[in-house]
């Protein structure tokens, strides 16, 4: 007799299982008759009842309706507009603080077992409080014009008040009572030194954001230096990232008097800032980033430093044309540096790479290239500097194999 096939999983379905590891990506999983599930809103351990959301040939996609048997990591969110039909910007407020870590440090492991095939443990360090963190943001209004911030995987503007995460300058209330413009991209920066700057853009396209208020130019201080950063440069968002990160690629890059340092995806110079003084005058820096509005940004904050050369454009083209770096220090986007720009570092032969990564996937995929290059990882340290979300920045430090 023919064994009964499991009905198919459509979306809206409501189906009680039983959670699993953390995935990359903030999810966790979970299995239904032999189907993968993607769920938001769960920890480990716990039994739920979720609302399917998405359904696919290799996995599908849930969310928490209800807790079954809870965790003991489970918490209320602190956000009000944290929860399943809410903000999908905060996915794991209602994971207490330690253990958001702990699953941080479970993921890289993870990334770094399959991707970079590595035995790799580290942990995840805190940098600060877990709210009033975020310096930058990205809000849109909704066809009533409310201030909002997207659902989870949506174009539905859930209206908020206020945003737990960012710091007061970013001022999210003060917005939030404010008659504005329907169907609007709103883009705020806040230096640390007090300024704001809010930029507008139609929400569909993209449109380039036109300020409406502040300046244009922001000033951010970093260990004994100011440097100017535009609205439209990439900044690091938490408050405390720029300092903490140029510590700890001076700590690992062991520069030099006289070196010759490559600053790649440099954006406004950050790390070129770091190791400037260092490497004194016989020194020098290539910084290499392809957004002209942060090139312009660096011209401005290293207008008195010979020894700084801004290139702007695409760091795998300009490495080519370079034969040889001491250290070389890389801050790529999420999906990092990848295969060609890999083998041009390594061509190049540096005492020391320190990369700087906000995806651990991509981070343990460049390791696995690097390795295949004769560069081997010397150490890492992982900080949170996302905290309420699943997002980790990491530090790593290679160097050549010594094949003696």
Known sequence: MALEQAPALKVGDCIEVTIEKVAHGGHFIARHNGAVIFVRHAIEGETCTIELTSVGASFSRGDVVSINTPSEFRVNPPCSFSHPNGCGGCDFQHISEAHQRTLKSQVITEQFARIAKMD??????????????????????NKDGKLGFYKSRSHTVVPVTDCNICIDTVGIHELSQKSLKPDFRVEISASNTGERTIALANAIGKERARITEGPAILHEKVLDKTLEVSHESFWQGHKNAPEILSKTVLDFGGFKDGDHVLDLYGGAGLFTAAVIDVIGQSGHVDLIEGSKAATNDAARNFLSYSNVEIITGDVAKHLPRISSADVIVLDPPRDGAGKEVIAQIARLGPRSIVYVACDPAALARDTAYLAHHSFSLVKIRAFDLFPMTHHIECVALYAQTDVS
């Open 120 to 141: 790799l443990t580290v942990e995840v360090e805190k940098v600060g409080e877990i709210s009033k963190w975020r310096t930058r943001a990205i809000a849109t209004t």
